[in-house]
Nanobody, 125 residues
Framework: QVPLVESGGGSVQAGGSLRLSCRAS???????MAWFRQAPGKEREWVAS????????WFADSVKGRFNISRDNDKETLYLQMDSLKPEDTAMYYC???????????????????WGQGTQVTVSS
């Protein structure tokens, strides 16, 4: 079991920025980590993924150019830098990590075995 603990959520006005953090103590798999989000009444949607062992970053079209995903391996922490925030970015944000046996698309919830508890992001207009 790999505990994932998110932080950094909050309330911000449109156009503002937030940086989310996800501490992944003991996660050593060289696979994918990702951020997902879920707004009330909607399905959980993929935001971004990063290849922890080999690099590579992928983003949903809705956040491309505004968000960036990164990982500090020494600190065992995943980040999501969110700039130019919009009201439609309002959601609970979750970090996720896969395992050595994970398969499927890096943007699919089913790939990821470990999930954090979520951190709320609210963007007001």
């Amino acid at each position: 079991q790999v505990p994932l603990v998110e932080s950094g959520g909050g309330s911000v006005q449109a156009g503002g920025s937030l940086r989310l953090s996800c501490r992944a103590s003991g996660y050593t798999n060289s696979g994918y980590m990702a951020w997902f989000r879920q707004a009330p009444g909607k399905e959980r949607e993929w935001v971004a993924s990063i290849g922890t062992g080999f690099g590579g970053r992928w983003f949903a079209d809705s956040v491309k150019g505004r968000f960036n995903i990164s990982r500090d391996n020494d600190k065992e922490t995943l980040y999501l830098q969110m700039d130019s925030l919009k009201p439609e970015d309002t959601a609970m944000y979750y970090c996720a990590a896969d395992t050595i046996t994970s398969g499927g698309s890096r943007s699919a919830t089913g790939r990821y075995v470990y999930w954090g508890q979520g951190t709320q992001v609210t963007v007001s207009s």
